[in-house]
């Protein structure tokens, strides 16, 4: 294959303009866009046809080998915690705890944790009643309840696995997910506050409809209650956090030490996790196991094709050495971690998706590590935590969970634009400071 850097650039910027156009203005499912991008950029290149067609298989299948078990294992989580209602009495203690002063810090700290197991639309769904209930008690205008609700689930779902664009971001740099979840979580709750004290402060400058304030002092939730429904969400992040710090000293561990090892695996953690989920009664009372689990089947499906797809695509790019080709022609030495973020961000602003966003970006970016000169362990994680940050900005109207928040907590699209849209951009912003933070503490 000999192409010049100007046709490599042509026939990427076409394929990625595929994907948005394809997504964002006819509504395709994710996966045949970029499938097309991939054959578009492939054949653009003078790649043999059986040679695209070998990359797209493995590329498709390298992928499911990684992160096949862990997307539907953690989609399985998600669904068996909200149908058991554990996510109301996990949200209804901590709001118990903090008390109604300041209920907007404990609407977003209930979805920063409820968020690491379910995805960020199927979380606020779930919450939405609580948001709406504690309006009423509260008398704190739903914006500001709905905003502090909604960043804290797209912090931890555009920055940490199992969350589908994460994960698959990892498996194609190569990263640990243990070392990104630890990662990931400590560098969300900086966005997390600043799409809370974002939305207070956006509600003293864009005036709401106060909530009127009624007597529902709602259902005491006990202790021993709140532990059970906590369990199947910390047991696995402690089994994933613990092999991490073991890995770290892999060497001078005892033997039996190192049989934790195989807990911590991330599959097996959030087996571990659907196993305590599996325990709660009502699912057995109810009769419905066969049909919650086969709704998590046909979830993780569509996820996982997004995902191969993006493998696919990446392995193309791979086969294409664009890296190399762009190397000889683009100066990207010295933008570090900006170059993915900025990347991301731009996908995401453009067709509206986090997870089609930080996917596509991976495929782009893998070849150009050595460029940017993160092509080592903390590179990379540094790299897939830059474009989670972008990932999260800046979502508006081409965005389905802007409309989940709009139509679920009534608020107005003017108000949706002017607070949670601008939130998402100081989010992604503060994020990426905070990644730069963290690469300083690496070096």
Not at 248 to 256: K, W
């Amino acid at each position: 294959m000999n192409y010049s850097a100007p046709q490599a650039l042509l026939f990427l910027l076409t394929g990625i303009s595929l994907i948005v156009i394809l997504t964002a203005k006819f509504r395709l499912h994710a996966f045949f866009p970029i499938l097309i991008a991939a054959w578009v950029v492939g054949l653009g290149v003078h790649m043999p046809v059986a040679d695209i067609l070998n990359d797209l298989k493995e590329g498709f299948g390298g992928v499911m080998r990684s992160l096949g078990l862990i997307v539907v294992l953690g989609t399985v989580l998600g669904i068996l915690l909200e149908y058991t209602g554990s996510s109301r009495i996990m949200a209804d203690f901590i709001l118990q705890k903090v008390g109604e002063k300041h209920a907007a810090l404990g609407i977003s700290i209930t979805g920063f944790i409820i968020g690491l197991p379910i995805f960020c639309d199927a979380g606020f769904i779930v919450l939405s009643g609580l948001t709406h209930s504690f309006s009423k008690r509260t008398g704190i205008p739903m914006l500001v309840l709905g905003v502090s609700l909604s960043t804290a689930l797209l912090s931890v779902h555009c920055m940490v696995p199992p969350h589908p664009g994460s994960a698959a971001a990892a498996a194609a740099l190569g990263v640990d997910l243990g070392k990104l979840m630890m990662a990931g979580i400590l560098i969300s709750i900086p966005a997390m506050l600043t799409g809370y004290l974002w939305a207070l402060r956006a509600c003293k400058q864009f005036p709401s409809t106060q909530g009127e304030r009624v007597t529902d002092r709602g259902e005491k939730v006990s202790s021993l209650g709140a532990l059970y429904s906590f369990l199947p969400v910390v047991i696995p992040i402690l089994l994933i956090a613990l092999r991490s710090m073991l890995l770290m000293r892999a060497g001078s561990l005892p033997t039996q030490i190192s049989g934790l090892l195989f807990l911590g695996d991330p599959v097996i953690a959030l087996s571990v996790g659907v196993i305590l989920a599996l325990g709660n009664r009502a699912l057995w009372t109810s009769g419905k196991i066969g049909s919650l689990l086969e709704e998590a089947a046909e979830k993780a499906g569509g996820i996982l094709v997004i995902i191969g797809a993006g493998g696919a695509f990446g392995a193309v790019l791979a086969a294409c050495r664009m890296g190399e080709v762009f190397s000889r022609s683009i100066h990207l030495e010295g933008t570090g971690i900006f170059f993915p973020f900025l990347v991301t961000c731009i996908l995401k602003t453009a067709q509206g998706s986090s997870t089609v966003a930080i996917i596509t970006a991976s495929a782009i970016i893998v070849p150009l590590l050595p460029l940017l000169g993160l092509d080592n362990s903390n590179g990379r994680l540094l790299c897939v935590l830059a474009m989670g940050a972008g990932s999260m900005m800046i979502s508006h109207a081409n965005d389905a969970y802007f409309w989940v928040i709009a139509r679920f907590s009534g608020i107005a699209m003017k108000s949706m634009l002017r607070v949670y849209s601008v939130a998402t951009l100081w989010m992604g912003l503060i994020t990426l400071a905070m990644v730069y933070l963290y690469s300083l503490l690496l070096k």
